[in-house]
């Protein structure tokens, strides 16, 4: 089937500090990658996307690359602020196929970012 | 407003009870998705409708859960004889299409329910 792993939370850093939250995936077919991202008190918000391998997503200074040879689609950001805390989920959707509507989800991972 | 709406944002039941959820979609999204998103969890894919038809509902637990868009638009989650397993955050998106072309899915602030 189809499954997204990601980093373990909470993760806390201070202000303007690099911004790494690991995913990898795997997928019975060909899938797009996502990252969404849930502010506190908000629905879920597409943060980028990545639709075939090599591909770089990005928006709002985040950036994820789409990695076939090691199943990989990493967040990472340079310098982050307070207003970035929130929950990040990766997610994947297949390409084609009978379910290419469905998006599987990771946990999420809590990323606070103090002043 | 322009997004996803649902409806109520909490409910607190007690077990055994019957619950209904209601998801206003965005004007004009044919593609209509529900999800579940329990406690440190990531959201699980419930029913998807494309117009008024179930087109998926294989994400359903079991039979207490049921989903209903009558008129393409509004869509309600009904669950019956509430289990203290069935709490959880229950999410609505919409989309203009299914699938990729359709482009970007859009969630709604979710439904927190507790069953006591």
């Known amino acids: 089937g189809n499954s997204v792993t990601q980093m373990e939370g909470p993760v806390t850093l201070s202000e303007e500090a690099f911004l790494t939250i690991n995913c990898t995936y795997t997928a019975t077919g060909y899938p797009s990658l996502f990252w969404y991202v849930q502010y506190p008190g908000e629905g879920l918000q597409l943060l980028l996307k990545?639709?075939?391998?090599?591909d770089k997503g990005s928006n709002k200074g985040f950036e994820a690359t789409y990695r076939k040879e090691t199943t990989s689609f990493h967040l990472e950001k340079g310098s982050v602020q307070v207003s970035d805390s929130a929950v990040y989920f990766c997610a994947l959707r297949l390409n084609s196929g009978g379910s290419n509507y469905k998006l599987t989800f990771g946990k999420g991972t809590l990323l606070t970012v103090n002043p | 407003g322009a997004g996803v709406s649902q409806t109520p944002s909490n409910k607190v039941t007690e077990k055994g009870k019957y619950v209904e959820l209601r998801c206003d979609p965005i004007?004009?999204?044919?593609?209509l998705y529900w999800y579940r998103q329990s406690l440190g969890q990531g959201p699980e894919f419930l029913i998807y409708?494309?117009?008024?038809?179930?087109?998926?509902d294989s994400g359903l637990p079991n039979d207490r859960f049921f989903a209903v868009r009558p008129e393409g638009s509004v869509s309600t989650l009904k669950i019956q004889r509430t289990e203290r397993g069935d709490s959880a955050v229950y999410l609505c998106a919409s989309s203009y299409i299914p699938g990729l072309a359709g482009g970007e899915l859009f969630f709604g602030e979710g439904s927190r329910l507790t069953v006591l």
């Open positions: 990545a639709t075939k391998a090599d």
């Open positions: 409708f494309q117009g008024t038809g179930a087109a998926d």
């Open positions: 004007s004009g999204h044919t593609a």
